[in-house]
């Protein structure tokens, strides 16, 4: 069964930090693209970044130089490091693990960041 687990997600205050997890399972995660998107409220779910299985990382022009994303294949984790944080970083951050080859695509439950002061 497959299950993508995220955690992390809290309120912080402007300029703060946060860093969240991913925890997969029941797929080779060293396969897999992974991803995080995430939805504010009343908008519609976007890319925030993403971590090849080459480990080429890839971010949305707002977040690059304040996100970080890696993965660890042993521990099929995926991280999003967060720095800087904005208010506009308010939001539902979502897991995602891709395998175009076999159209597999799979999403987490999210985990909610809020950045208010």
């Known amino acids: 069964q497959v299950q993508l687990v995220e955690s992390g997600g809290e309120l912080v205050q402007p300029g703060g930090s946060l860093r969240l997890s991913c925890v997969a399972s029941?797929?080779?995660?060293?396969?897999?693209?992974m991803k995080w998107f995430r939805q504010a409220p009343g908008k519609k779910r976007e890319w925030v970044a993403t971590?090849?299985?080459?480990?080429?990382?890839l971010y949305k022009e707002s977040v690059e130089g304040r996100f970080t994303i890696s993965r660890d294949n042993a521990k099929n984790t995926v991280i999003l490091q967060m720095t800087a944080l904005k208010p506009d970083d308010t939001a539902v951050y979502y897991c995602?693990?891709?395998?175009?080859?076999?159209?597999?695509?799979?999403w987490g439950q999210g985990t909610r960041v809020t950045v208010s002061s």
């Open positions: 995602n693990a891709q395998d175009l080859r076999i159209g597999a695509d799979y």
């Open positions: 971590i090849l299985t080459s480990n080429v990382s």
């Open positions: 029941g797929f080779t995660f060293s396969d897999y693209h």
